[in-house]
């Protein structure tokens, strides 16, 4: 991609969050983008409207004529497409320049400083926070995030600024192909194991991320990870964590459904910093992403309006109705930690009121790995309704389904299993007090449903 010039752009899985923020970058550019999605989405028609030319059948009779070039036309794919897909069997048997999206992103961290954001848990949310800072300061960027930002509705911004904000994914050890300028470490609790096979082996590939950060760059890592970095000798050193570290923050206060307090840092502190979406995880993340944007040269005045004017991401911590009767919100969680994190969230900031998730587990080697984990988190609610596994890119395997999670909640807590295709049915005719939905499947499809249906019986409660 560096050397030759590309007047086309295919994409297999076109609809894929971080695929789609790639595809809008060659959009911006000018070039022909294409592709195929096995499913239309939101997103997918989003693209199309932008531009996109995409088809949702496997068939390369489909694939349009600029994008049958190989002289002219880049193939980008995402992990999850099989080997046996046929347009990518096509593009293979001819040729073609063919990369993973991470090897377009890893071009994009060479030709930009990047500032990456890895870990298993937070990547998301502190890339579009750092993003987002440094989008509304002097400084300016690029980012290609793993979710949509509320403040853009986009998962992308496109400048002339010399800085790209990358979220670092580590799932099929995608981020090796990046060359970090600067990077966050959130978190490397192990999960894709199908992917790595050992703890050890998901360590390691962390390890080796630390090293391709460039030189006189900057790695800012979580305090206390269960990892060794491997740096190259000019690279600076910071770690961070709620309330010590480097980083860290000072006089937290949360009131009234605000939380406000002081970023202590060794370049320079900066008082009453005040969350623009107000959860209390954000504060560790809010840390990481102003010690990126600091270390690149954001002012202290420039991190307070960006964390103050920070809207969130779609589908993380998301509130869909905040009335005193009736919390409903969305989060994307996914991972036992997620899950953990986000119930403690809640329950400090609704510390009398009866919470209930409906969970949607996402993938069979996840649940089979971490169904105790999952119980453990998830009964730190009071009602927990669980749906059948989103199986993503997976096979069933024997045995294992929600039932292994449901079988060790806690005694004593309500619970209960359903079908997908029921939960509408069950919000139509329940009550609710907070209601979560958690995970990384299709139930949040029915989101703007339920909400509807929730909004409804507010209007007629309150008639």
Same mark, same amino acid.
């Given at each position: 991609?560096?050397?030759?010039?590309?007047?086309?752009?295919?994409? @297999?899985?076109?609809?894929?969050?971080?695929?789609?923020?790639?595809?809008?970058?060659?959009?911006?550019?000018?070039?022909?983008?294409?592709?195929?999605?096995?499913?239309?989405?939101?997103?997918?028609?989003?693209?199309?409207?932008?531009?996109?030319?995409?088809?949702?059948?496997?068939?390369?009779?489909?694939?349009?004529?600029?994008?049958?070039?190989?002289?002219?036309?880049?193939?980008?794919?995402?992990?999850?497409?099989?080997?046996?897909?046929?347009?990518?069997?096509?593009?293979?048997?001819?040729?073609?320049?063919?990369?993973?999206?991470?090897?377009?992103?890893?071009?994009?961290?060479?030709?930009?400083?990047?500032?990456?954001?890895?870990?298993?848990?937070?990547?998301?949310?502190?890339?579009?926070?750092?993003?987002?800072?440094?989008?509304?300061?002097?400084?300016?960027?690029?980012?290609?995030?793993?979710?949509?930002?509320?403040?853009?509705?986009?998962?992308?911004?496109?400048?002339?600024?010399?800085?790209?904000?990358?979220?670092?994914?580590?799932?099929?050890?995608?981020?090796?192909?990046?060359?970090?300028?600067?990077?966050?470490?959130?978190?490397?609790?192990?999960?894709?194991?199908?992917?790595?096979?050992?703890?050890?082996?998901?360590?390691?590939?962390?390890?080796?991320?630390?090293?391709?950060?460039?030189?006189?760059?900057?790695?800012?890592?979580?305090?206390?990870?269960?990892?060794?970095?491997?740096?190259?000798?000019?690279?600076?050193?910071?770690?961070?964590?709620?309330?010590?570290?480097?980083?860290?923050?000072?006089?937290?206060?949360?009131?009234?459904?605000?939380?406000?307090?002081?970023?202590?840092?060794?370049?320079?502190?900066?008082?009453?910093?005040?969350?623009?979406?107000?959860?209390?995880?954000?504060?560790?993340?809010?840390?990481?992403?102003?010690?990126?944007?600091?270390?690149?040269?954001?002012?202290?005045?420039?991190?307070?309006?960006?964390?103050?004017?920070?809207?969130?991401?779609?589908?993380?911590?998301?509130?869909?109705?905040?009335?005193?009767?009736?919390?409903?919100?969305?989060?994307?969680?996914?991972?036992?930690?997620? @899950?953990?994190?986000?119930?403690?969230?809640?329950?400090?900031?609704?510390?009398?009121?009866?919470?209930?998730?409906?969970?949607?587990?996402?993938?069979?080697?996840?649940?089979?790995?971490?169904?105790?984990?999952?119980?453990?988190?998830?009964?730190?609610?009071?009602?927990?309704?669980?749906?059948?596994?989103?199986?993503?890119?997976?096979?069933? @395997?024997?045995?294992?389904?929600?039932?292994?999670?449901?079988?060790?909640?806690?005694?004593?807590?309500?619970?209960?299993?359903?079908?997908?295709?029921?939960?509408?049915?069950?919000?139509?005719?329940?009550?609710?007090?907070?209601?979560?939905?958690?995970?990384?499947?299709?139930?949040?499809?029915?989101?703007?449903?339920?909400?509807?249906?929730?909004?409804?019986?507010?209007?007629?409660?309150?008639?």
């Amino acid at each position: 991609m560096e050397n030759k010039i590309i007047k086309a752009v295919y994409f @297999i899985g076109a609809g894929g969050i971080g695929m789609s923020a790639i595809a809008r970058y060659f959009i911006k550019k000018g070039m022909v983008v294409a592709g195929y999605d096995k499913t239309p989405s939101t997103l997918t028609r989003q693209l199309e409207r932008e531009g996109m030319l995409i088809h949702y059948e496997e068939n390369v009779d489909e694939i349009p004529f600029v994008c049958q070039q190989k002289e002219s036309c880049l193939v980008v794919y995402t992990p999850a497409i099989p080997e046996s897909h046929k347009e990518l069997q096509y593009f293979r048997k001819n040729g073609f320049d063919i990369q993973k999206r991470a090897q377009v992103l890893g071009t994009l961290t060479r030709q930009h400083k990047g500032l990456c954001v890895a870990g298993t848990h937070g990547k998301t949310t502190t890339s579009t926070m750092c993003a987002h800072i440094m989008h509304q300061s002097h400084l300016d960027c690029n980012a290609f995030l793993g979710g949509i930002s509320k403040n853009y509705g986009t998962n992308y911004i496109l400048s002339d600024s010399d800085f790209v904000v990358i979220e670092a994914d580590e799932f099929d050890r995608s981020f090796h192909w990046l060359s970090p300028y600067m990077t966050v470490i959130t978190s490397t609790d192990p999960d894709h194991l199908d992917i790595y096979g050992t703890k050890e082996a998901y360590l390691e590939s962390f390890r080796h991320y630390t090293e391709l950060i460039q030189p006189d760059g900057a790695l800012i890592i979580h305090r206390d990870l269960e990892m060794q970095e491997a740096l190259p000798e000019s690279v600076r050193r910071y770690d961070y964590a709620l309330t010590e570290g480097d980083f860290h923050a000072e006089n937290i206060r949360i009131e009234n459904g605000e939380i406000t307090f002081d970023f202590v840092s060794p370049i320079e502190s900066v008082s009453d910093i005040q969350l623009g979406q107000p959860v209390p995880i954000n504060i560790e993340n809010g840390i990481a992403a102003m010690a990126m944007a600091q270390l690149a040269g954001c002012t202290a005045n420039e991190l307070r309006i960006g964390m103050k004017t920070y809207d969130g991401v779609e589908r993380r911590f998301d509130f869909k109705i905040k009335t005193p009767q009736l919390v409903f919100l969305s989060d994307y969680a996914h991972h036992p930690k997620e @899950i953990l994190q986000s119930a403690r969230s809640i329950r400090e900031l609704y510390k009398d009121r009866k919470i209930t998730a409906i969970f949607q587990p996402h993938l069979y080697t996840r649940t089979r790995d971490f169904y105790q984990d999952f119980a453990d988190a998830l009964s730190l609610l009071d009602e927990v309704i669980l749906t059948e596994i989103y199986p993503a890119r997976e096979k069933p @395997i024997e045995g294992v389904t929600s039932q292994l999670i449901y079988d060790r909640l806690r005694p004593g807590i309500e619970k209960s299993l359903i079908c997908k295709d029921d939960v509408l049915q069950l919000v139509k005719h329940r009550a609710f007090d907070v209601l979560i939905v958690l995970g990384a499947g299709d139930l949040d499809n029915m989101v703007p449903q339920m909400t509807q249906i929730l909004k409804e019986k507010l209007n007629t409660q309150q008639a």
